[in-house]
């Protein structure tokens, strides 16, 4: 499938976060979600409570995203995406926020873990539960799409090569070599939970997404693997 090679080191853009509370429901959804979604997401609320031996499960059943965020010093920063690449995971999160020298460690770390395997390190740039309204206010004042675009030339420029965007940035993100990930995907029927800046799957491949974030409208489904399937065939055609 062509998409999946724009999605790699996911099996495609469908990234199912797994946002529950236990094992049993996280390897239970990942069991039947594994032959449809392109990987899992996992983040601090199973990491904390299950560890490596937990993401190590999960990624016997697909790749594993750890979005655990590191903002930190730069050397703290580099363990912690040592010990989730030891883990087994395939994409892992930091925050664009932390500055030039810890992107550009994050940058030559990447380049080594991926010699390994397929591995990338993605700086987050503006939560998408973030609006104009709510932006903290010892950031500059100008719009969010600023910030982000702002933040997305640090990562360049550091050597980083992944971000994670809301999908209302991705026109402004497309042209610039990155791989684009994005939550605060849903169909017009979904409830938005707290995501404020959103669109739907076919929308956001189209602008130029490598991978889309799902988490709420799956596992919040009656039937969650027919709900991800949905979403895998939406990427083909607008709904």
């Known amino acids: 499938m062509k998409l999946n090679q724009k999605s790699q080191p996911m099996l495609n ?13 996280a390897l239970k959804l990942a069991d039947e979600l594994a032959d449809v ?9 199973l990491c904390l409570r299950y560890g490596q031996e ?3 499960e999960v990624a016997a059943r697909g790749p594993v995203f750890i979005d655990n965020k590191h903002f930190d010093i730069p050397s703290t920063m580099e363990a912690a995406v040592r010990a989730s690449f030891e883990a087994g995971a395939s994409l892992v999160t930091v925050h664009a926020l932390s500055g030039r020298e810890a992107l550009s460690k994050m940058a030559a770390l990447e380049k080594e873990l991926s010699q390994k395997r ?16 709510s932006v903290p206010g010892v950031l500059k004042q100008q719009p969010i799409s600023q910030h982000v675009v702002e933040l997305a030339d640090l990562v360049i420029s550091s050597g980083m090569t992944g971000v994670v965007c809301s999908p209302h940035e991705l026109d402004l993100l497309q042209n610039k070599g990155l791989y684009l990930v994005t939550p605060g995907i849903r169909f017009s029927m979904d409830s938005l939970g707290d995501q404020k800046r959103v669109m739907g799957p076919y929308e956001a491949i189209k602008g130029g997404a490598s991978a889309l974030v799902v988490g709420r409208p799956i ?6 693997r027919e709900t991800a399937t949905d979403y895998v065939m939406a990427l083909y055609e607008k709904k």
């Open 13 to 25: 853009p469908i990234i199912a976060a797994l946002d529950v509370d236990t094992r049993e429901q």
């Open 219 to 224: 596992i919040e489904s009656r039937n969650p």
């Open 118 to 133: 397929p591995f990338r390190i993605l700086a987050v740039t503006i939560l998408t539960s973030w609006d104009e309204h």
């Open 37 to 45: 979604v392109g990987g899992f997401k996992v983040g601090p609320r």
């Open 54 to 56: 937990l993401v190590k």
